[in-house]
């Protein structure tokens, strides 16, 4: 078993910055991919980006291209993926979900996610 422990969110206004921190623990072995999926209220589950152990493939999803930054560290046998939110709006008032799976493709879509973290809410006011 994989435990996924989120960090970092918090309320905001509209254009700062925030940044999200995820920590693997347990069989950290199967944790190739690593990301982050959102839920704003009232909405279905997005993908927000994913990064591969190497660091060397990521994905965004449209809605966050060029303005969240994913990154990773796999130092110490622990891995930790780290989401730099900038230029923060509204939208994006969502709980964001940590996650891990076997590839970056696999966890781009919700079924393809082997381990999901509980969350952590981020509100960005106007």
């Known amino acids: 078993q994989v435990q996924l422990v989120e960090s970092g969110g918090g309320l905001v206004q509209a254009g700062d910055s925030l940044r999200l921190s995820c920590a693997a623990s347990?069989?950290?072995?199967?944790?190739?991919?690593m990301g982050w999926f959102r839920q704003a209220p009232g909405k279905e589950r997005e993908f927000v980006t994913a990064?591969?152990?190497?660091?060397?493939?990521?994905?965004?999803g449209d809605s966050v291209k060029g303005r969240f930054t994913i990154s990773r560290d796999n130092d110490n046998a622990k891995n930790t993926v780290y989401l730099q939110m900038n230029s923060l709006k509204p939208e994006d008032t969502a709980v964001y979900y940590c996650?891990?799976?076997?590839?970056?493709?696999?966890?781009?879509?919700?079924?393809?996610?082997?381990?999901w973290g509980k969350g952590t809410l981020v509100t960005v006011s106007s």
């Open positions: 996650t891990a799976g076997r590839t970056t493709r696999d966890i781009r879509r919700e079924d393809g996610v082997d381990y």
């Open positions: 347990g069989r950290t072995l199967s944790t190739n991919a």
């Open positions: 990064i591969s152990e190497r660091s060397d493939i990521i994905y965004y």
